[in-house]
């Protein structure tokens, strides 16, 4: 069943659930799709002297957990940026291994993003298969980065998109989405403090914001 506030649309001939957590299930293969954590971002900031609230990533693997729960998930695919750094690695280092051992029930993959290859591969605690991009499940690529991958629709995430929506009375919003592109999507960024990036879709292109608790379609 379709959770609340999520959106079920097409791609590729295949059904996806965008849900306002900014990530994507892939109901078919069981598969919960999971953009940009950055995983001990908020540690690396306060480390170097910037006030951020503590707790981000116990906050951000819990409700990982209970989108597993709502959907049915058998796996988790991250794709790219798991951790932020390798000090951030090391901070996380046992929340995720705690958090593994409580969900050893569903498989954890990770498509190499650039952050992940600098701070080195996952610890065999943490029970994460790494891959490589682009990643084959057809007949989607999963990437980091949005590519054009012969053969497949790609999805990937890396720029964190966001689009800014205007109102009438020069309300301003600018919200996270999901953009459905011809040959690739990209997902907005899970984690926190990630920041977001401007894109402006072409009439040719879809986009879905996160809007509080539910996924809206602009144009």
């Known amino acids: 069943m379709l959770p609340e506030g999520a959106l079920e649309i ?40 910037i006030p951020v609230p503590s707790g981000t990533t116990g906050e951000n693997l819990e409700a990982l957990t209970a989108l597993v729960r709502r959907c049915r998930a058998q796996r988790v695919a991250f794709l790219g940026d798991l951790v932020h750094s390798a000090a ?32 080195g591969s996952a610890p065999a605690e943490w029970r994460v298969t790494t891959v490589e991009e682009p990643y084959a499940l057809a007949p989607f690529a999963l990437c980091h980065a949005p590519l054009d991958v012969s053969g497949y629709y790609a999805l990937g995430g890396h720029t964190h998109p966001c689009v800014n929506l205007h109102g009438r009375g020069r309300e301003h919003l600018r919200l996270p989405c999901f953009w459905f592109r011809a040959t690739y999507a990209v997902l907005p960024a899970f984690g926190a403090f990630t920041g977001m990036a401007d894109v402006e879709p072409d009439e040719s292109d879809r986009a879905y914001v996160a809007a509080g608790n539910q996924v809206v379609q602009v144009t």
Do not use: Y
Request: aromatic share 10%; charged share 25%; net charge positive.
């Open 10 to 49: 097409e791609a590729a001939g295949e059904a996806l659930w965008l849900l306002p957590q900014c990530v994507v299930f892939w109901p078919r293969m069981e598969t919960l799709l999971v953009a940009d954590a950055h995983l001990g971002k908020a540690a690396a900031f306060r480390s170097g002297g």
């Open 88 to 119: 951030a690695k090391r901070a996380v280092a046992t929340a995720f291994t705690e958090w593994r051992e409580r969900n050893p029930d569903f498989d954890v993959l990770l498509v190499r993003g650039n952050h992940d290859r600098r701070s």
